[in-house]
């Protein structure tokens, strides 16, 4: 089973190039059209599940807008990862 | 320490040595070759930093990085290698970081020759880059002069966060004369003044850089460089005086052309002529109250200088047409004798302008005449 | 979900290598994701403290203000120098320029090839858009053969405008220089690949090993006139063919580091 994944977008550095979005491997990511960060821009957000916590977004994002988590499952744990 | 014979340029240099120079970062330019062959031998003995660089280009740029580190740096060019240091220059002044620079002046413009000038007196005193700012610029007309200066330009560079030069010709550079070196300083000595970008040890990290993009920023700054500039000519200011207790003309001159007009002056003395000599030792800041005070007793000033009247500027902005001023000069390289400053004396004393004359256009007229003849 | 957000969950976090500023580059603009290489290398590397950064003229004028350690500002092309002056006295500090192509193939070509001939112990990044931004998008000695940029608006005329020049092809036959190798930033396995190679640079740096550069092909999407995603295509098609990748210059000490 993948596993989980979540990312949160800085809306400060945020500047909706779509870096993250073309680059994301399950494409949940997309930009929030209801939403306008300081400088004006829709900033990026996940939009639905599938995030596997791969990071590539935050590989590719030119602002460092994006921290990026991923589900500790108990398995790994008990393995010590 | 004895006296030794020494050539200009190696004794400048080993001055500098003494004085705890870190980094000397050069190229060669005649008539100042010596000074990066010196360096290029007792730098890397030392275990301090030296490097010939691609051009005076990377030389600035070398000495711009160091100075930004705290470290004594300096570099040394002539005319043609100065101009192409004065992007370098600026951004150091514009920085405020410290750093001293010999000027080994030769017949120009352009590629010129190699032969000793004064030609440019502007362009370092009013600058040496583009901007609103002033190094401080000393000139020696002797070795041992030089060689005191070192230090002291150093000290000076520190104190103020600024650019200053020493500012000599191709003879000085050249000509060997006794001189005493001073004792080699405590080495090495640390890197550790409070503005000095060195690796963020312990400490928040600094930049250090001359783009301020918004103008009232840019503004504040050069009203800053223009405030330490009024210290700097409140406390700086150095000049040489000989024969001037009882005289009623004065010649003044500085660096070479100083140093000749001395042996002029010896020679009209001797004639009976009441002359004494001003040599301005520091030409920025400008000796401009002493100058102004010696209008006062004075029946005619006789200005010479290895150039087309550069310093007769700063001259003519003390005296403001209030005593007859005469101009001799020589161009591209060429050194005046003695005897021409005496004959030059002898003339002033026996005709002397009046003091609204332009002293620089009737030298002129006679220069071209003498051309002709 | 929100509620992964846990410091246990965490994968991935903005490095201490960045200061907290926003940077003022173009959405989309490699730049952002060159300093973040960077800053993260530094800082895995735990060397900020004792690393000073000399930032160019160009868009990355302002590097000072995203990289998280001591930096001075040189002039126009001068780095390399600049670099030089501050390593020659401070040989136990990481000293990094950080230059685009104007900046480092036109203006600074002298500085460069002598930095690297010299092989001062110097890390160059080299960020490689084949194009002027700062100043609105002339033409860059990188510029590719009928590229249309402000200053060549027919496209670049290689009869009256020249050839792009290859700057990693052309340092790595100096002796001095240790490692010069060229990477892009178009996907994510070249972003990796990229880390790598900086990290690589800085070791050959810290080992006294010579001259070290990372080329690295990046886009100028408001240059190119296209989206930065398109822009990347634009790069992968376009740029890699005239620029290729790979390793230039491994000097046989360089190979032999273990990192």
Not at chain 2, 39 to 56: C, D, T
Not at chain 3, 33 to 55: F, K, N, P, S
Request: charged share 20%.
């Amino acid at each position: 089973m993948p596993a989980k994944g979540w990312i949160e977008v800085n809306n400060l550095y945020c500047k909706a190039c779509e870096l993250c979005i073309d680059a994301c491997p399950p494409k949940v990511i997309a930009l929030d059209m209801e939403r306008m960060t300081p400088k004006g821009y829709h900033p990026a957000h996940i939009v639905k599940d599938g995030c596997t916590g791969c990071a590539i977004c935050a590989l590719v994002c030119p602002d460092a807008a994006i921290t990026v988590y991923r589900e500790v499952t108990k398995a790994a744990a008990a393995a010590g990862g | 320490m004895a006296r030794e014979l020494l050539k200009g340029n190696e004794a400048i240099a080993e001055a500098a040595i003494r004085a705890g120079l870190d980094a000397y970062y050069g190229y060669p330019i005649t008539p100042q070759n010596e000074v990066l062959e010196w360096m290029s031998k007792r730098m890397p003995e030392l275990g301090r930093a030296y490097v010939q660089a691609e051009a005076e280009l990377g030389a600035i740029n070398m000495v711009y990085g160091a100075a930004c580190t705290g470290a004594r740096v300096m570099t040394s060019s002539s005319s043609p290698g100065i101009s192409l240091m004065m992007e370098g220059l600026s951004y150091i002044a514009g920085t405020e970081v410290p750093m001293v620079l010999v000027n080994v002046m030769r017949g120009g413009p352009g590629l010129g020759n190699i032969a000793p000038s004064q030609g440019d007196y502007n362009q370092i005193c009013k600058g040496g880059g583009h901007g609103d700012y002033h190094p401080i610029v000393l000139a020696p007309a002797n070795i041992q002069e030089a060689v005191d200066m070192m230090p002291l330009a150093f000290d000076l560079a520190e104190k103020y966060l600024t650019i200053c030069c020493v500012l000599l010709d191709g003879s000085l550079g050249q000509m060997m004369e006794p001189a005493e070196l001073p004792e080699m300083k405590p080495y090495p000595h640390p890197f550790n003044q409070p503005w000095a970008v060195n690796g963020a040890i312990g400490r928040e990290r600094r930049i250090l850089t001359s783009i301020y993009l918004e103008p009232l920023e840019e503004e504040q700054v050069n009203l800053r460089l223009l405030k330490r500039w009024e210290e700097i000519k409140k406390n700086e200011i150095r000049y040489k005086e000989y024969y001037l207790d009882d005289a009623d003309y004065v010649v003044i001159g500085f660096g070479s052309a100083g140093r000749i007009a001395l042996s002029a002056v010896r020679a009209a003395r001797a004639k009976g002529i009441k002359v004494g000599l001003f040599r301005p030792v520091s030409v920025a800041p400008f000796p401009y109250a002493r100058v102004e005070e010696l209008c006062k007793k004075t029946q005619a000033f006789l200005v010479t200088e290895m150039n087309s009247g550069q310093m007769l500027d700063d001259i003519r902005l003390a005296v403001r047409n209030r005593v007859p001023t005469r101009f001799y000069g020589r161009l591209g390289g060429v050194m005046p004798f003695a005897d021409e400053i005496l004959a030059e004396i002898e003339a002033m004393v026996k005709n002397p302008p009046k003091a609204e004359e332009d002293a620089a256009q009737a030298w002129l007229q006679r220069a071209l005449a003498a051309v002709q003849d | 979900m929100a509620t992964l957000v846990t410091p246990e969950n965490l994968v991935y976090a903005r490095t201490r290598g960045l200061t907290d500023m926003v940077e003022h580059y173009c959405p989309g603009c490699t730049h952002g994701v060159a300093h973040r290489l960077v800053a993260e290398v530094l800082e895995e590397m735990g060397v900020l403290d004792r690393t000073i950064g000399v930032a160019p003229v160009g868009c990355s004028v302002f590097a000072y203000n995203y990289l998280n350690c001591d930096f001075v500002e040189a002039a126009h092309g001068r780095a390399p120098a600049m670099a030089t002056g501050i390593k020659r006295v401070l040989p136990d500090r990481i000293v990094f320029t950080y230059q685009g192509d104007g900046d480092m193939a036109s203006i600074g070509m002298g500085e460069i090839v002598h930095a690297a001939a010299r092989g001062e112990n110097l890390t160059v990044i080299f960020i490689n858009n084949a194009i002027y931004g700062m100043t609105g998008g002339q033409m860059a000695p990188t510029s590719l053969p009928g590229m249309k940029t402000s200053s060549s608006p027919t496209g670049r005329d290689v009869e009256s405008q020249g050839f792009p020049i290859r700057m990693s092809e052309m340092l790595c036959t100096l002796e001095g220089a240790g490692y010069v190798v060229r990477r892009s930033l178009h996907d994510p396995a070249n972003i990796r690949k990229s880390k790598k190679a900086i990290r690589t640079a800085f070791e050959v740096q810290k080992n006294g090993l010579g001259f070290s550069m990372v080329e690295l092909l990046s886009t100028c999407p408001t240059g190119w006139s296209q989206t930065p995603v398109a822009s990347l295509g634009w790069l992968e098609e376009h740029m890699i063919p005239a620029f290729p990748l790979g390793d230039y210059k491994i000097s046989g000490p360089v190979a032999a580091l273990k990192i």
